[in-house]
């Protein structure tokens, strides 16, 4: 199985700053975190499923982008690893000094440090993820294209449909785990490798993710698991979503490269938890806006205003302390190793 070169492509970025703005609505909606869904029938119960169901793609594109990217890869950076848990590490750390300044050291709080550090679902998977790269696309090359249709279709039914429609018994993490990662990147694999969907009209695959978010908006008020990752319809949604774009065509744009490059930082930044639910609920009030007439206005200007916050935040951290790390991992032999899965 041979693939294409990677080439960078600005719509994508473009994409990838979508999908932390769709991360940080989730979040606004969030019962723990904003509160903003509303669980009633009425006007802004709809308003705000329907929100929720147009957002929930964010994960699900931030893993095809990178499966697209990393399509036909044989290398495992091991510095790829170590920047990522030097940014969580370094947050985890800042964030909690900053709160200890204002609250005495319990077991509470110190239970709450560690799973700040340790327990970031999405870090840990996608290393996870990342690790097992070399070995997908070895395993991808001796497929035939009708052996991968097969291997999607057979992850799609019991690990998508089953658990949408039926039970949770053949896949129980809601899209959380490994298994929906791997089942997108065999679907960007395909993709990529046989230019499959590529004579369909862009703006059909828009059609296609409005109308999956409206069947999940509806399906919603009868199931939760509506929103899972794994959700038949939410893979749907992202899937056409990125065909969206990869067919969107853009200027190239080194801009647009560095925001994005900004996503990761901001995800570990604002969904801290010492901080996620003061953010929205303290400093941006969402439970006051919940049944408001300016809860649409309201949700962008808070997402914008954290966007742009954890950017100003991370700027000042690389500025800072990037060039003192770089020099210190460089003295480190293994943090600058690569491995080759031929």
């Known amino acids: ?25 989730l979040h606004y909606m969030n019962g723990s975190i904003g509160g903003g869904l509303s669980s009633s029938y009425d006007f802004y119960g709809i308003i705000s499923h329907l929100i929720e169901s147009f957002a929930i793609v964010g994960v699900n594109l931030f893993v095809l982008i990178s499966s697209y990217y990393l399509i036909d890869k044989k ?14 590490l370094f947050y985890g750390i800042l964030i909690y000094l900053v709160y200890l300044v204002f609250n005495p050291i319990d077991i509470k709080n110190l239970k709450i440090f ?6 970031r679902w999405f870090i840990y998977i996608y290393i996870i993820f990342y690790l097992l790269i070399p070995y997908l696309n070895k395993f991808l090359k001796n497929l035939t294209k009708k052996q991968l249709e ?10 998508s449909i089953y658990p949408t429609f039926l039970t949770n018994v053949t896949v129980s993490d809601s899209g959380y785990g490994i298994i929906n990662f791997i089942l997108l990147f065999f679907i960007i694999g395909y993709y990529k490798e046989y230019k499959v969907l590529l004579n369909i009209n862009k703006y059909i695959y828009l059609i ?26 939410v893979i749907i949604s992202s899937v056409s979503l990125f065909l969206f774009f990869c067919k969107l065509k853009i200027k190239s744009s080194s801009k647009l490269q560095i925001i994005s490059s900004y996503s990761l930082p901001i995800y ?21 806006y919940k049944t408001s007439p ?41 943090f600058n190793k690569e491995f080759t899965i031929n």
């Open 1 to 25: 199985m041979k693939v294409e070169k990677n080439i960078r492509n600005s719509s994508l970025d473009l994409l990838k700053i979508i999908s932390i703005l769709f991360i940080l609505i």
């Open 75 to 88: 290398t495992i950076k091991i510095r790829k690893i170590i920047d990522i848990l030097i940014i969580l």
């Open 114 to 119: 560690f799973h700040t550090i340790f327990s």
């Open 150 to 159: 097969y291997l999607i279709l057979i992850m799609l039914f019991f690990f």
């Open 208 to 233: 296609i993710y409005i109308l999956f978010t409206i069947l999940t908006t509806i399906f919603s008020f009868f199931a939760n698991r509506a929103w899972s990752y794994n959700s038949i319809f």
């Open 268 to 288: 570990i930044i604002h969904e801290n938890a010492f901080i996620s639910k003061k953010i929205y609920q303290g400093i941006f009030k969402t439970l006051k």
């Open 294 to 334: 300016l809860l649409i206005p309201h949700l962008f200007f808070t997402c914008i205003c954290i966007f742009i916050g954890c950017v100003i935040i991370e700027l000042i951290r690389r500025k800072l302390f990037t060039p003192l790390i770089n020099k210190l991992l460089l003295k480190i032999p293994f």
